[in-house]
Each structure stands twice: as structure tokens, then as C-alpha cells.
């Protein structure tokens, strides 16, 4: 069946590119008007230079998050068996202080670390897209992964912890250093969008309305997709609305 995923894959991207604007291929500033509204971020093969960098409309220091997203991947290269892939990262110039990965078929947390993470066994991330959103508390400790609508169950992680501000929020990959020193094999290769961050816990009902086409619950106060601004790296495109 592998095989087949792979065809499938380079069919749709083949489609989608041939469609989509191509970004500066150094460094383009973007989304001072509007941001991202029904686009996506494609980046189409792995790379240790394509990334974006976004800015939020708050510092990042937080005791509690809901953080969701929107990912279309390539499985013959994202969902190998000992892979590592970043889908989120938060870092500041002590470090990692808030990374989201699939590894190994699992996805995962981190916060101030790169070593003690919590795992999820979740599905796989797909080809025809996956709503992913995780939430965190300090005064609990309690975290969980959303995919498709579905919770996995809590776990304690991370009590009483603070995540600091002062970082940089970087998609396609994972900073080393403050956002430098990239792996071409922990780079995403597929399509990000919808990322949203809230700076407290979002109740079950909205979570599960993250994946309906318009958005009703409260408008992100950390990081706003539809708003937010942005700088291009590397080798990313825009995906249009007409594939959204």
C-alpha cells in the first residue's frame, strides 16, 4: 500500500503547485493585511532551510494553552517508522520551551525540554489532512491531544511549570539554536494551516467545532491565523483557498 500513498501524494502536490504562489525563495515579510484567511503553507520536501516564522499578539508566557492546527502531510516521508517530525516549535535563546512532534508513530509534547516529553498513541497524521489541537494547565498539569474532534485521555504533565516569553514560533522546523541549525530529516514536509493559540483552556465543545469550516468559538489572543504576520523562508508556498 505504500506505494500507492506515495502516488497518491505527488498526484495531489503536483496539482496543488501548479496553482500555488511561490514565496520569495530567500525571505519574504508577509501578512500585514489579513494574514493567512483560508490559505495553507505548503512545504513540499524536506529541507534544512524552509521554514516560517510567525508573530504573536502577546508574549508567550503562559500557564495554560489550547494550541490548533490543520495538517495535510506526505506519509511515505512524515509517517516513516522512526521519524522524528516537528510540528510546532516555540524556542527562546535558553532553548526549546514549546515543541509539538510526531516521532515514532506518536505524537507529543515538550515544554522546556527536548528529552521529557508526554506521548500520545493517536492515528497517524494523514494525507487528506488531520485537526490537531493540544491543551495544557500549570495548576493541574493536565494535557491532552484533540485529533479530528477526539480526546485522548489527560495526562499530568509539566505542574505548576510557566512557559516563558521572549521566543520565536517557527512551522517546517526545529531550531537548535534560536532559530538556527535545522535537520532536513525533523523538517515537515506537507501543508500547515489554521494554526490558533488561545492563552487558556477552550471547553470540549469548541475544540470539537475546530474542524467545522467557519470558526464560532472566541477569537485566538496568541497566535490568529486569519491575522497574523509572518516571514517566509526557504522553499514554502501558498496554498489557495479553492483547495481549503
Known sequence: MAPVISITYRAILQEIVSSVSILDPETSICGQNGGLTDK?????KPSANSFVKLTALKPLNLEAFTLCMRLFVNPAVVNQGNRETILFAYCTTEGDELNVWQEKGKISLYLRSSRDGVFYDVQP??????DLCVTWESRTGLTAFWVDGRRSAPQVYRK?????SGGAVILGQDP????????????FVGEISDVNMWDYLLTDDQIKNFNE???????PNVLNWNTVQYEVNGNV???????K
Do not use: A, C, M
Open 160 to 164: 505548576n511549570h510557566k512557559i516563558l
Open 40 to 44: 495553507g503553507l505548503l512545504f513540499p
Open 176 to 187: 537548535d539554536s534560536f532559530v538556527g541549525k535545522f535537520d532536513e530529516n525533523q523538517s
Open 125 to 130: 497524521l494523514s494525507i487528506f489532512g488531520t
Open 237 to 243: 508556498r501558498e496554498v489557495p483557498e479553492k483547495y
Open 213 to 219: 469550516k467557519v470558526w464560532v468559538g472566541p477569537e
